[in-house]
């Protein structure tokens, strides 16, 4: 049983910044990897970073290379998004899910939060 909680999604401006929360509570020792993935309004949901709770390897879609952060805080039980230099198709719904490889795939990942709304808007 393990609970995912998204926070720090909001509204931002082309360039702007935000950093994007994922708590995670309950029962979590079977997991290796934290995903983060976003669905904008009618399209498919889609893999932005992921990062290994044992070694700390990261991966990243191209769309966001140097421009997005993933890191982690194993005592805390925290993953965290950066998000600079936002632009307008950035916006979607942001998702952090546990799996058990580091990988942008959906399917690699078995327990979903229920998101957090980012909107990069003029």
């Known amino acids: 049983q393990v609970q995912l909680v998204e926070s720090g999604g909001g509204l931002v401006q082309p360039g702007g910044s935000l950093r994007l929360s994922c708590s995670l509570s309950g029962i979590t020792l079977d997991y290796e990897s934290i995903g983060w993935f976003r669905q904008a309004p009618g399209k498919e949901r889609e893999g932005v970073s992921s990062?290994?709770?044992?070694?700390?390897?990261?991966l990243y879609a191209d769309s966001v290379k140097g421009r997005f952060t993933i890191s982690r805080d194993n005592a805390d039980n925290t993953v965290y998004l950066q998000m600079t230099n936002l632009k307008s198709e950035d916006t979607a719904v942001y998702y952090c899910?546990?799996?058990?490889?580091?990988?942008?795939?959906?399917?690699?990942?078995?327990?979903w939060g229920q998101g957090t709304q980012v909107t990069v808007s003029s």
């Open positions: 990062i290994s709770r044992s070694d700390g390897r990261t």
């Open positions: 899910a546990l799996g058990l490889v580091v990988s942008l795939t959906t399917g690699a990942y078995g327990s």
